[in-house]
Structure formats: structure tokens, C-alpha cells
């Protein structure tokens, strides 16, 4: 799986070191996988046990990357202070998802990359592709979509909407 989400991720990053904040990051995959590609890393997470299961992760990779508890929503970093945000699974599950791009459009630097990681799962919860986009070309010029349908991301064969999407501008 992580050579799968390796092989999706890091086409869309600009070079590294570029600084990386991965918004809601919880047990720290992405965050670590990024890291070892070389990136600069932040993460931020609401559940204290998953911040400290993203630093063991780290800590066992041998890699480089800050992680602290906080609200996703509205993350603790000065504007125009990264190149990439990074959300898996996060935007859908805020009370306020267009506040939260808001405030997440912020942080990026000019011509810095937006990439969520989204869903709308079988049980009827998640946000739909078509949402996804409406709410970021809301807020941005770009928003083109990635089906992620390869069973080799999600460990099996998926029968719901899961897709990545990327925004540069």
C-alpha cells in the first residue's frame, strides 16, 4: 500500500524540501511517506494518541517530521507558510468544510499545492467528488479530480467513490 500511495502522491509534490502539512493526520502514513521522499513535515491532529502514534511512526522511520495536537479545522501555522496541504479524509468530517478551505487556502504559499484525499463511502457518509470540487473551485482557479479505485491504496477492491483531488492555483 505505501508504494501505491507513494506512486499517487508524489508526481503532485512540488520538489522537496518543500514544506508539507498534513491536516489531520492521524497515525502519520502520509505524513511519514512524505517525509521519507524528503519533505519538510508538519502534521496536526485532533486526538492526542494519534499524534503520538505519528511520532512513533516517524521515530521508527527515521525521519524528521513535527507533529502536535490540534484542530484540523483552523491549524495552528502562520499564513503563507507551506507549499503543500495535505488532507485524507479530514474536509467531510468538519462541521464547516468552506471555512475550514478557507482557512487551509491561507497557509499555502503562491502557487502552493492543495491535494484531498475524499470519499463518499457506501454508508452514505463522505463528500461526493462533484462537492468536493465545487467547494475549492470556490475558492481557486483549479480542481481536477483522481479516481483512487486501485484496490492496491485501500488494501482490497472498493466499491464506493474514493478520489483525490489536486489544486495548484
Do not use: N
Amino acid at each position: 500500500m505505501r508504494a501505491a500511495w507513494a506512486d499517487v502522491l508524489l508526481p503532485l509534490m512540488p520538489p522537496a524540501p518543500a514544506a508539507v502539512v498534513d491536516l489531520g493526520c492521524g497515525t502519520g502514513s502520509l505524513a511519514v511517506l512524505v517525509a521519507e521522499a524528503g519533505y519538510s513535515v508538519r502534521g496536526v491532529d485532533l486526538s492526542s494518541r494519534m499524534v503520538a502514534a505519528a511520532e512513533e511512526k516517524a521515530e521508527a522511520a527515521g525521519v524528521d517530521a513535527e507533529f502536535m495536537r490540534g484542530d484540523a479545522a483552523v491549524p495552528p501555522y502562520p499564513r503563507a507558510s507551506c507549499d503543500v496541504v495535505l488532507a485524507r479524509h479530514v474536509l467531510w468530517a468538519l462541521p464547516d468544510p468552506g471555512a475550514a478551505l478557507d482557512r487551509w487556502v491561507e497557509l499555502l504559499r503562491p502557487e502552493g499545492c492543495l491535494v484531498l484525499i475524499e470519499g463518499r463511502w457506501f454508508t452514505g457518509a463522505g463528500l461526493t467528488a462533484v462537492d468536493c470540487q465545487a467547494l475549492v473551485l470556490g475558492r481557486r482557479r483549479e480542481a481536477t479530480v483522481r479516481w483512487l479505485d486501485d484496490p492496491a491504496l485501500w488494501g482490497s477492491a472498493i466499491e464506493d467513490e474514493r478520489y483525490l483531488l489536486f489544486s495548484r492555483a
